[in-house]
């Protein structure tokens, strides 16, 4: 679709961050769909590796598009993807901060607010089950995610004890 | 004094610790109202965080500088990561221990979506279940563009919204 991977980096995470409401985890499927589907930039191995990198690795999880960039064209990718990703949205923090207070009690921005709830639920739920796909290959690693699932929601462990006890298992070979 | 933000991106529970509790840049409720206003942004929720934070603190350069301290060391260190990544994706071992950590994370994301549920599900029959249900279809099963399934499903829910206060 475009001779220039740089140019189609920028284009496409840009436009991805004003409609990533919810924040990183609800922007998965898109940029499976555009990574894997579209643009062909990698396998679906590829994508399942990069989201459990920018899991463990500290910071913000937004941090995948530049595991994805990186990928797709080096450093001068790494630093696209991610200033494509962080800058509309930053500009728009930016000016939104300076009127919020305003709007705080306004009837349009509580209804706003409530609406993006819904939809960004949904886009997340999309997100697991688009990640179930590409690591769920068999009955083993379908457990682990059950499993992790149901601790996750019935307890408030922290999450590196459970990447951790992933990495293991999966390093012992079952999955 | 924001370079301290450095250390800890990603957590915010942490970002909350020394910001509100330790450093009484924030009181609690701007601290909340802050939040509130990052998570309503389209985006990652944190880098809108450190936006509207340093914003309030400095302006442009406050915001400036709170991203580069919240974004700079991670960015160095996943740049490493992705280098390492390049190198050794196809060795066996590591390819089966990101596998694992894939499948307890996907497992971590369906106990947040479980969360964020239940208070939205358990009120009696209403719009907002409909409207997960079907951004989860548009965007999972039918695999269409995220902002085609966003400029539907946003305006009619913002509208529901709107009718049912």
Redesign the interface.
């Known amino acids: 679709m475009n001779d220039n991977p740089l140019i189609a980096l920028a284009g496409y995470f840009a436009?991805?961050?004003?409609?990533?409401?919810?924040?990183?985890?609800a922007?998965i499927?898109?940029m499976h769909?555009i990574a894997v589907?579209v643009m062909h930039w990698m396998t679906d191995?590829?994508f399942?590796?990069?989201?459990?990198?920018?899991?463990?690795?500290?910071?913000?999880?937004?941090?995948i598009v530049?595991?994805i960039g990186?990928?797709v064209a080096g450093?001068a990718g790494?630093a696209v993807a991610?200033a494509a990703?962080?800058g509309?949205?930053?500009v728009?923090?930016?000016l939104?901060?300076?009127t919020?207070d305003r709007f705080?009690e306004a009837?349009?921005r509580?209804?706003?607010?409530?609406?993006?709830?819904?939809?960004s639920?949904?886009?997340?739920?999309?997100?697991?089950?688009?990640?179930?796909r590409?690591?769920?290959?068999n009955i083993y690693?379908?457990a682990?995610?059950?499993?992790?699932?149901?601790?996750?929601?019935a307890t408030r462990i922290n999450?590196l004890w459970?990447?951790a006890?992933?990495?293991?298992?999966?390093?012992s070979?079952w999955? | 004094m924001i370079v301290s933000i450095s250390g800890?991106?990603?957590a915010l529970p942490w970002a909350r610790r020394m910001i509100v509790e330790q450093r009484r840049w924030m009181t609690s409720e701007e601290f909340n109202?802050?939040f509130?206003?990052?998570?309503?942004?389209?985006?990652?929720?944190?880098?809108?965080f450190s936006?509207?934070f340093g914003?309030?603190f400095g302006g442009?350069p406050g915001?400036t500088i709170a991203?580069a301290g919240?974004?700079g060391?991670?960015?160095i260190?996943?740049?490493i990561?992705?280098?390492l990544?390049?190198r050794y994706?196809d060795v066996e071992?590591l390819?089966?221990?990101?596998?694992?950590?894939?499948?307890?994370?996907?497992?971590?994301?369906?106990?947040?979506?479980?969360?964020?549920?239940t208070p939205?599900f358990s009120k009696r029959w209403d719009?907002?279940?409909l409207?997960?249900?079907?951004?989860?279809i548009?965007?999972?099963i039918m695999?269409w563009?995220?902002?085609l399934v966003?400029l539907v499903?946003?305006p009619v829910?913002?509208?529901?919204?709107?009718m049912t206060?």
């Not at chain 1, 399942?48 to 941090?63: L, T, Y």
């Open positions: 436009l991805l961050s004003l409609f990533a409401v919810g924040g990183a985890n922007a499927p898109e769909r589907e191995r590829q399942a590796d990069s989201f459990a990198i920018s899991q463990v690795s500290p910071g913000p999880n937004i941090i530049t595991l990186y990928h450093l790494a991610t990703m962080c509309p949205t930053c728009l923090a930016f939104v901060a300076r919020w705080k009837r349009w509580i209804a706003i607010q409530a609406g993006l709830v819904p939809v639920l949904g886009l997340i739920a999309a997100s697991a089950f688009v990640l179930a590409s690591a769920d290959h690693a379908a682990i995610t059950a499993i992790t699932a149901i601790v996750g929601f999450p459970i990447f006890a992933g990495g293991v298992l999966g390093l070979g999955l | 800890f991106g990603g109202e802050a509130a206003l990052s998570q309503f942004l389209p985006g990652p929720n944190v880098v809108n936006v509207v914003s309030r442009v915001a991203l919240l974004m060391p991670p960015l260190i996943v740049t990561l992705a280098v990544y390049a994706g071992a390819g089966r221990i990101l596998t694992g950590i894939t499948a307890a994370a996907t497992g971590l994301l369906i106990a947040v979506v479980a969360k964020m549920a939205l719009w907002a279940p409207i997960a249900i079907a951004a989860f548009g965007v999972a695999q563009p995220l902002p966003f499903l946003a829910s913002v509208a529901c919204a709107w206060r």
